[in-house]
Every structure is written in C-alpha cells, then in structure tokens.
C-alpha cells in the first residue's frame, strides 16, 4: 500500500477555488493510478477524477469536467497529486479522499473499491 497525506482545504464562498493536495510517499512507485473522491452529506462516495502515474493521463466526472483539474508532480520518491478545483459551489461541501491503486486508472478508474490505499479526508465547505 501506498501512505496517503492529504493537506488543503477548508471554507470558501460561491464561485471561490481551493486546491488540494495528497502526497505519496512509501513506495509511490507501487501506484499506478490516483485519485480523488468525495462525501457529500447523505451521499455515497462519488468519484470525482483520477491521473495516470506514468503518462498523466487524466479522467474526470461530468460533474466536474470543467471546473476541476487533477495533476500530479514527482519526484526521484515521492508523487504529489493535486485537485484545483474552481467555480465552487455550495453542492461541492463534503469531505474529499485521496486514493491509489496499483494498476491502471483505465479499469473502472471511477470504481473506489479499486483503489486499496486511502487518504484520511479533508473538509471543503462552500457557502452560498
């Protein structure tokens, strides 16, 4: 498994941006795919975008399709991946998860029970 350390977040209005980041670190090269995930209140983890380790490749939910955008940085030993999320809106509040997998992201890359390593969550709050 991949250690996940999640940091970003917090409150802003309608219309503001946050980006989150989640660092990789103890054995990133494990990974080879990561993602992002949310829990809005009431609601099922919902898939939100996901990166290819190797080639960058990115996926998003339509939900987000314009208004987020997954990245990622590496290093000789770590892989920093972010979310910059613009445009926010109140029905973007919920608690957001990093997430790693081993294989590819083009398997099911929105299935969270393919991802095996897990961030603790960060709280974004929007408000109208």
């Known amino acids: 498994q991949v250690h996940l350390a999640q940091s970003g977040g917090g409150s802003v209005s309608t219309g503001g941006s946050l980006t989150l980041s989640c660092q990789a670190a103890e054995s990133p090269a494990s990974a080879g795919c990561f993602a992002w995930f949310r829990e809005r209140p009431g609601r099922w983890r919902e898939e939100l975008a996901a990166?290819?380790?190797?080639?960058?490749?990115?996926?998003?939910a339509s939900i987000v399709q314009d208004r987020f955008n997954i990245s990622q940085t590496r290093t000789e030993n770590t892989v920093m991946v972010s979310l910059e999320m613009n445009t926010l809106e109140p029905r973007d509040t919920a608690i957001y998860y990093c997430?790693?997998?081993?294989?590819?992201?083009?398997?099911?890359?929105?299935?969270?029970?393919?991802?095996?390593?897990w961030g603790p969550g960060t709280q974004v709050t929007v408000s109208s």
């Open positions: 997430a790693a997998r081993p294989d590819s992201c083009t398997d099911f890359w929105w299935h969270f029970r393919k991802y095996s390593s």
């Open positions: 990166i290819s380790k190797d080639d960058s490749q990115t996926w998003y």
